[in-house]
């Protein structure tokens, strides 16, 4: 709940600065690009965890602060394609009654999130530094992974994830921060790139069997690179 006050905080605050800002130096825009993510944190088995690309777009409104476009607001409202795929690197796991037995996994998991980041953005030139906080809300998720297990007999079992779309044991709202540089031209054009990060896990504390409990410490992260389209204000 906390998560949740501090997101709308921030977005009221942000929604003041706009207001504040002369009508001429507010642009609406459009943002389209991808997604390179992967998972941070105290992963286990973390070589099984790779990058996966995925979509994100959405709308931009940027907010001219200091009247010559040198600092501006800018909230963004994204939907984010984030997640992880596992290749098909096979591990050791100890269970009781099997002894030590070797598996894999591979397959992807993809997290659809509305990513909302309040950025303050430099323009030198046309050179832009921006950062900011950013808050996440997980919409769906698919559970695309299929699992093998070879016992020390030598018998080998295979299945798929069951509940692929399950999101009960997944903490849906982050409280996290982005950060990038970018190309803004005269035009309205753009070219970003960006990284972002969240604060907490996203899996619930009390969730010990999600992917064998290896992400109970993970927190999802992405480097972005998009293009983006700024409407004259004039």
Known sequence: MKKVVFAFATLLAASAAVSSAQAQGVRLGFRAGANYSNLAGNIQNEAT????IGF??????????SGDGFLSLQPEVLFSQKGFENKPTEYKRTLPLLGTTTERREGKVNYNYLDVPVLLKLNADGFVFEAGPQFSYLLSANNETKYSRTTPDGRTTTEEATNKNDVSGLNRAELGYAAGIGYQAENGLGLNLRYTGAFSDFV????GTYFNGDLQNARQSAFQLSLGYLIPSK
């Open 49 to 52: 965890y790779n990058n996966k």
């Open 56 to 65: 994100l777009g959405g709308a931009v409104l940027n907010a001219d602060l």
């Open 204 to 207: 619930k504390s009390d969730n």
